[in-house]
């Protein structure tokens, strides 16, 4: 059973770095060809795609976040995580991490985390 869960602060002053991890457990992320992703639902809003980082590392940044995201992995720990920089209020959402995303027809993935509130306020 694969599980995924979200840890990082539930509130950012604005023009700070959101910082999440991702600790995976059921499955290595080092495992060919898993593509690990990150996912925000902002209140009232549809769920956002923000990109993945793959079992080689790779990383694929969903052109909206206008290069302020970066994602890394600590392989020992079976983790990734997500910095977000300049964070404004409109990066309030519920922030999720998931594995193997696709976006036809809808946004799904095979797992998914719970989802941990991120709150950018001063």
């Known amino acids: 059973q694969v599980q995924l869960q979200e840890s990082g602060p539930g509130l950012v002053k604005p023009s700070q770095t959101l910082s999440l991890s991702c600790t995976v457990s059921?499955?290595?992320?080092?495992?060919?060809?898993?593509?690990w992703s990150w996912i925000r639902q902002p209140p009232g809003a549809e769920k956002e795609w923000m990109g993945h980082?793959?079992?080689?590392?790779?990383?694929y940044y969903n052109p909206s976040l206008k290069s302020r995201a970066s994602f890394t992995r600590d392989t020992s720990k079976n983790q990734f995580s997500l910095q977000l920089s300049s964070v404004t209020p409109e990066d309030t959402a519920v922030y999720y991490c998931?594995?193997?995303?696709?976006?036809?027809?809808?946004?799904?993935?095979?797992?998914w985390g719970q989802g941990t509130q991120v709150t950018v306020s001063s």
């Open positions: 980082i793959a079992y080689d590392g790779s990383t």
């Open positions: 998931a594995r193997d995303c696709s976006n036809v027809g809808g946004l799904m993935c095979d797992y």
């Open positions: 059921g499955a290595a992320i080092t495992t060919k060809y898993y593509r």
